[in-house]
Structure formats: structure tokens, C-alpha cells
């Protein structure tokens, strides 16, 4: 168990600064999320924290120690990488056994238990003979785990680990790595990814990176509900956010409107707003509609169930008002 | 390459009928290694045959044509003197014959292992990010550039006895009592020659190696670090086992060159018996002493050695030539 923090770190390649100052404080015990677009420094982040990057300036503290020169191997920490990084010429055992093998005073048994441990609770135990080459995707990628559940970590640090797998492995990976979380309450986590619906359900908390900068941290319902810009309310929640400026967010003394899909109804007559129907998208439990009405892109309407509103068909629309966002020019909230 | 493209047709079997598509294939396959086939057979097939049947003949230069067929004598033959003693004579029993074989092998095993080691110590070097990388590589490839007659003439006065660099400078700097006579000298000919050839061809080892190096995945060797890797254990416990293919293709490759080492010697040391190797000895018998059907049979069975060495590489060192077991 650990607690990190990062003290106005910096991180410079040659003259490109891609972490340019990250204060942030990682509880014990936590689920810490870095999203951000990709090039937003959150990668980078991640191979500070693990010492794999030399910090350019600023401090990082494992439970209040310094840590910035420490080797990785010498920081409690286990890293599953994106692209799984297994050793192709070992089995799934002796990849699981490694670093432990290296350590001194781990007798042959204890690995054994401790692998063979790692490998029940990921279902890989009858895979322990085979080579890395013999197995699918999702199963490279549950023996990473595994190998960094062996190593016994304070700090679990996932690197876009769902990335590389298809849709449905991705979802049912992401499950397991729940699971893990629950199981393993004492250690701490952080995971990296550009999916927000990744950072929404598996976070504790999770911190949107900008631009080397973090732009929000919060719990994924404070981010949902009371995004801290333009930015973070754009990036979190699917479908995205709709923005409405000019004269419409004038009326409600804004620069920018913003107003999630599930947050507007069709109110037909009459409505604040109206848009024409240029395409109805059905998922079957739900339905976005999306409008087009002099903003930059369609405003897109959530709707229950099954709908069938025809392109080029004009409707009333009236956003629920508790639930707008508006923001100033700078992008940020007025509240 | 050529056994990958025709493996793959034959593995259409089970009595399943081929595709249109696959037939394709494999008559495009076919047409495709016609050329090299057919240069094969021109270039070495037909003169490789060509030694072999003149080796069981008593051919001359100026007799070829009118060879005629005596069997193995080139090879063994019994004689019984008039005194009733009896004496082998021919290739098999001839001194000189296996002094070259061993001069050959003693080269081949000890440049090659040479050249594997500070060719994979150059390949770590060149596959480390610094500055002036691109550069380094291509210098380090100079000396494999040079053509073998011009760097041996060139190591050849390096290492005169009364002028040459290395002498001078050994003198001055305390390391030589008195000047050596590198390549005259019967026990330091078989060195010289050593130096010249590991100068020469390490750039290629290293090549090769670094070909390999530069497949092994960077974020492999990340994971080590977290695992806690020491450097030489990351070197002995990853990265040679993950070059191991390229290394034992890069060795095979360079074990056939050395096994028909030639040029080199020819001219670094000429007719010193130290050096002399099968390649030498098998042309100076063919041309220089008019015994082409002996110099044949040398060259049959400095074939058939080479043949041997490598198919007893390969199975001992269960060589793919696939790129390994990635």
C-alpha cells in the first residue's frame, strides 16, 4: 500500500515539454484514472511514476519519501504494459516467475504458490506450460497481469491495457480488472487510457490530462456532473456533450451552452429550441436523434427505446435547465 | 526463402482438392525460381559436378578433354613396393593434405567464435541510442566494404617485419622486445591471418546481430526493468535468447566463408605451411603443379567436409532459418 505524490512535475524531451507542472496526490489504496486525447502527457505520467522516465524537475514521493532516482524494480511497483511485453521465450510460468526468481530469499515453493495463486485468480493456471505465441490476445494480456499480481506490488500501474483486445474481451476484461481492484483493496492502482468509459467505470477518481496539464480530478460523477471546462465536459460521457454558443447561450448568459443528450426532451408544438432531424440512430434500448440547428456539430438527443423521427422533419426540443452547464469564453464554468 | 515457397503447395494434402487461387500460387512459385534454378545449375551445379567426376579421373591441365576414369586412386590406393612392402598413397593419407584441413578448421572455429562475441558486443554498442549513431554505423561497415585483396595487401605492410606500423609502434611503446616477422614467422602467421580476417568481417557479424537486437521488443526490456533485471542477467536471460536465430544464422554464414578462406591467405601469407588451408591447397595443386585431378579430389572432399560441418550445425544447433520462435 502506498500513497503517491507528484510535486510539480516536470518532463522535458530535448526542448518538447510534455509534462509541463502535475501537482496530484494518489491515496492509498485508490483507482486512479489518467485519461486524455492522445499526446496529452498521460503515458508520460505513468512512466514517471514507475521511474522507467527520469523526472526533468520536481518531486515524487512514495508515502513521503522521495523517490525520483530510485530504480523501478526498487519502488513496489508492477506494470502491465499495452502491449503486453511478455518474455516471447519463456513459458507463461516461468514469465509469471521471473522477477521473483531474481529476488533473494524466495524459495521455489513459495514462487510456485505465489504463481500458481495469480494464476487461479485470472483462470490461466492450465495455460502455465505454454508459450506466450500459443495464446489469444486476452490471454497474453490476463498472464501480464498475472505476472504483475505475483511481483506482490504496492502500486499496480496499467498502461492502456485494453487497447490492443476487441470490443467484447475488452468488456470482459474490464470486469476482471474490477474484481481485482475489490480483491486487492490494498494496493494502489493507477491506469492510464483515452477510453472515458474505461475511466468511468473503473475509477476511484480519475484525472483528465491536457496538454501536459491536468485539466480535472474528481470522481467520475463529480467530472460527469460538474465538468471544471469546457474541455472535461466535452471529453467525459458518451454520447459527447452538446455545445450550443451565439445568440442561443446569450439568452441563458453564457458564452457556451452545455447540455448533455439524455438532458433534452422533444417537446412537440412548442420548445426553447428547434433543430431538424437529419438522422435517427437506435440502439434498442435507447435512441439518439440528431438535430441540426446552427451549431458547429448536430446536437444529438438521447431518447428511450425505439424511435423513428424522419430525416429533414423539424422538432421542438427543451433542455432540462437544471442540468445545463454554461461557461464563459475562457471555457470555464460560471455557476 | 526457396524451400518456404515450395513447402507451402506441398502442404496441401489430405486429398483436399486445391483452390484456384492456390494452384496460382504455386505456378507462380514455380515460374518466379526457374531463373536461380537454372543460374544454380549453371554456376555451381554443373562445375561442382564437373570436380567430382574429374576427381576420379587422372585429368591434367593440358589433357582435360582425354581424361580418363581411374576410380578412387586419387583418393587411396594401395601400392606394393618391389620389396613387398606395402604403402597407401593419395589424398587421404597425405600429410600435407590433412594439415591444411586442420589449419582450415583451427581458422573457422576460432574467427568466427571471434567474431560472434565482438560481433555482438559492436551490435549492443550500435543498437544504444546516442548521437552520431547513423554515422558510427556506417564506418564500422568500412572494412567489410574493402575488398579482401586490397585490406590484406594493406594489413600485409602493416605488418612488415622491417617497415610495418605494428612493429614501430610496439617497439615504441615498450610491448615488443624486437621486431616480429608476423607473417613470415610459421607461429605467428596462423595470428596475422586471424587479426586481418576478424578486422574484416566483425562489421558483418555485427550487422546481423544488430538485424536481430533491433526485433526484440523495447517494451521487454521495460518490463525487466521493473522486474528488477540486473543488465548482464537481462543480457544472458533475454536478449540472447531472443538473438539467438540471427546470431546462428549470422554464425552458419560466416563458418561457410571461413571454410573456403582463400583470397586472404593467398596473399597475407603465401606457402607458409602454418596457413595453408584446403582452399589454397586445393588451386595450387589444381594449376600450379598440374595435378587437376588430385586438386579435384581436394576440392570434392573440401566440399563434402563443408557439407558435413553444416548439416551437423544445423541439427546440433536446431537452426530455423524462419526467424526463430517469434
Known sequence: MASIELRNIRKAFGVVEVIKGVNLEVRKGEFMVFVGPSGCGKSTLLRLISGLEDITSGEMLFDGKVVNALAPSKRGIAMVFQSYALYPHMTVYENMAFGLTLEKGHDKSEIRRRVEKAADMLQIRQYLDRLPKQLSGGQRQRVAIGRAITRDPKVFLFDEPLSNLDAALRVATRIEIAKLHESMDNVTMIYVTHDQVEAMTLADRICVLRDGHIEQVGTPMELYESPNSVFVAGFIGSPKMNFIGGDLAQKLDAHTVGIRGEHITITPGEGMWQGTVIHTENLGADSYVYLEMGTEEPVVVRLDGVNSYKSGEVVHITPMLDNIHRFDTAGKPIR | ?326
Open chain 2, 1 to 326: 526463402m526457396a524451400t518456404e515457397a515450395m513447402a507451402a503447395p506441398g502442404a496441401v494434402t489430405g486429398g483436399k482438392i486445391k483452390s484456384e487461387l492456390m494452384q496460382q500460387r504455386v505456378r507462380a512459385a514455380r515460374w518466379f525460381l526457374l531463373p536461380m534454378l537454372i543460374a544454380l545449375a549453371v554456376v555451381a551445379g554443373w562445375p561442382l559436378l564437373r570436380s567430382i567426376y574429374f576427381s576420379f579421373t587422372d585429368a591434367s591441365l593440358n589433357n582435360i578433354d582425354g581424361a580418363e576414369w581411374v576410380g578412387f586412386s586419387n583418393y587411396l590406393r594401395v601400392q606394393v613396393l618391389d620389396s613387398g612392402a606395402v604403402r597407401y598413397r593419395g589424398l587421404l593419407v597425405d600429410p600435407s593434405w590433412w594439415n591444411a584441413v586442420w589449419n582450415t578448421l583451427r581458422f573457422a572455429v576460432v574467427s568466427v567464435s571471434l567474431e560472434a562475441v565482438l560481433g555482438m558486443l559492436v551490435a549492443l554498442v550500435l543498437n544504444a541510442e546516442f548521437k552520431g549513431r547513423g554515422i558510427v554505423r556506417a564506418a564500422i561497415l568500412i572494412p567489410w566494404a574493402i575488398p579482401t585483396i586490397v585490406s590484406a595487401k594493406m594489413w600485409s605492410w602493416m605488418l612488415n617485419d622491417q617497415f610495418g606500423i605494428l612493429n614501430d609502434l610496439g617497439l615504441r611503446l615498450g610491448l615488443l622486445s624486437q621486431k616480429v616477422a608476423w607473417t613470415a614467422t610459421a607461429d605467428t602467421a596462423m595470428t596475422a591471418v586471424l587479426i586481418v580476417d576478424i578486422w574484416k568481417t566483425t562489421p558483418f557479424m555485427a550487422l546481423l546481430i544488430l538485424a536481430g537486437l533491433q526485433m526484440v521488443p523495447k517494451d521487454i526490456y521495460e518490463a525487466a526493468e521493473i522486474d528488477g533485471v540486473h543488465p548482464v542477467k537481462q543480457f544472458f536471460r533475454i536478449t540472447l535468447p531472443l538473438v539467438r536465430p540471427a546470431l546462428m544464422v549470422a554464425i552458419i554464414f560466416r563458418l561457410l566463408d571461413a571454410l573456403r578462406i582463400f583470397d586472404l591467405i593467398y596473399v597475407l601469407t603465401p606457402n607458409s605451411s602454418a596457413t595453408k588451408t584446403m582452399s589454397v591447397l586445393a588451386r595450387e595443386n589444381l594449376f600450379d603443379f598440374d595435378k587437376f585431378a588430385y586438386g579435384s579430389a581436394m576440392s570434392t572432399l573440401l566440399f563434402l567436409i563443408i557439407a558435413l560441418l553444416t548439416i551437423l550445425y544445423i541439427w546440433l544447433g536446431k537452426v530455423r532459418f524462419d526467424g526463430g520462435d517469434r
